[in-house]
């Protein structure tokens, strides 16, 4: 590969950041610059709905690194600014404000962006989205008040802020238009602990619930969520966290294959050459499910596309392809998942959800694909590690509990 004088990433969030520090460490001497729409260095964004949300951590413990690390790694940083557009042919990109840059590799990391969903009312003061610490910051007054939040939607991100505003004595009611909560991205076993689990804390979740509206006072602040049904749930705020959508328009513009995200290939590469992508905005093959192309939403996965991106960049061998993860804490409970169910014939329930610890183990055949994990680590650092072995497993001994997954792998 001929030699790369300067590579640009456009998305300073836990992905582009973490990625910059990695050409360092990996020896890259030449120019890095890195540009972010937010006026803040790079940080790490799960900890909004938890403990930043709550408190329990500063603006400067969720930093990926001190503003320091910037400047003694000489990474020229542009935040507080936004990208117009790509010119591939010239290897430019133009700021808003006018001002072009030139890069010999383009990486893109410009991430998703929350759902925004055409209901009467979504103006209303007091609709919230959760995305950046601006978000977060707008948020937390009407959490530390003790308030009734209304969340549209009971993926993760509504469970979570759900479990902080109990934990912060306010109240909570979760607004699912599915049968149950986490119908997307759950099993069933899952879904349905963690509705008696919320339920039992005092969260208010309603399924198989349309939202049409959202209602007003004099003031224009929100006060109901309406229903198809004709109900309406009273409240101080509301969460909208109904999925992400892709920023992928600055990929779109430049011509770059799209498809529900920007398209990319094992070594992060679009179908520009000198164009590379990681994080939420990409959709990319997954080698341990035959290449099949999705768009995760999760920071371990925009971590190993960084390195393998990395490793392109800098001549050195590809990485293996990494298990899946991601993980969820709400109250107590730290749910921990590895791999994906895609396939999956098969499905069984390690230990007693009723005690609160226990597993939910998808299998194709006798092959291991995915560990939903409960308060049960061992199992979701065992699923890691078989997951990509594609071992065959004694389905009785995976029944087990008692038995580790890995003592579970049929022998010969």
């Known amino acids: 590969m001929t030699e790369i004088t300067n590579i640009t990433i456009v998305g300073a969030g836990h992905g582009g950041g973490t990625f910059a520090a990695a050409l360092r460490s990996g020896g890259y001497t030449g120019e890095i610059v890195l540009i972010g729409d937010e006026p803040h260095i790079p940080y790490q964004r799960p900890p909004l709905s938890k403990d930043y949300l709550k408190d329990a951590a ?58 925004r969903i055409p209901l009467p009312g979504v103006d209303l003061k007091g609709i919230h989205e959760l995305r950046t610490i601006a978000d977060a910051d707008a948020l937390k007054p009407i959490m530390q008040d003790g308030k009734r939040i209304a969340l549209i939607g009971g993926g993760y991100i509504g469970l979570e802020v759900a479990a902080s505003a109990i934990g912060l004595g306010g109240g909570a009611v979760v607004i699912e238009r599915e049968a149950r909560v986490l119908a997307r991205v759950a099993s069933e076993p899952l879904s349905n602990f963690l509705q008696d689990f919320h339920r039992a804390k005092g969260v208010e979740i309603l399924v198989d ?13 929100v006060k109901a969520v309406l229903l198809s049904d004709g109900r309406r749930i009273p409240c101080d705020a509301a969460l909208l966290c109904v999925g992400g959508v892709p920023n992928d328009e600055l990929a779109k513009g430049a011509g770059l294959a799209c498809d529900g995200g920007i398209v990319v290939d094992l070594s992060g590469r679009t179908s520009d050459p000198s164009i590379f992508a990681l994080g939420d905005v990409t959709r990319r093959p997954l080698p341990l499910y035959d290449d099949q192309m999705f768009r995760l939403e999760s920071v371990p996965n925009a971590l190993e596309q960084g390195k393998q991106i990395a490793a392109e960049l800098l001549g050195k061998p590809a990485p293996a392809a990494e298990v899946q ?84 792998i049929l022998s010969g």
């Open 325 to 408: 993860w991601f993980w969820s804490n709400q109250y107590d409970l730290k749910i921990q998942i590895a791999g994906l169910p895609l396939g999956a014939d098969r499905r069984i329930v390690r230990g007693n959800p009723d005690d609160g610890k226990f597993s939910v183990c998808h299998l194709a055949g006798s092959r291991l694909l995915c560990v939903e994990a409960v308060n049960s680590p061992a199992d979701f650092l065992g699923a890691k590690a078989l997951i990509g072995q594609k071992p065959a497993m004694d389905l009785d001994k995976v029944a087990d509990s008692a038995i580790a997954l890995k003592a579970a």
């Open 58 to 115: 500063s603006f400067q413990q969720l930093q990926l690194k001190p503003e320091q690390y910037y400047l003694d790694q000489h990474v020229s940083t542009h935040l507080g600014s936004r990208v117009e557009s790509i010119g591939p042919a010239a290897k430019s990109i133009t700021l808003e404000g006018g001002l072009s840059l030139t890069y010999g590799v383009l990486v893109l990391a410009t991430g998703s962006r929350p759902r």
């Open 209 to 221: 619930s349309q939202v049409t509206a959202l209602e007003g006072d004099v003031e224009g602040f």
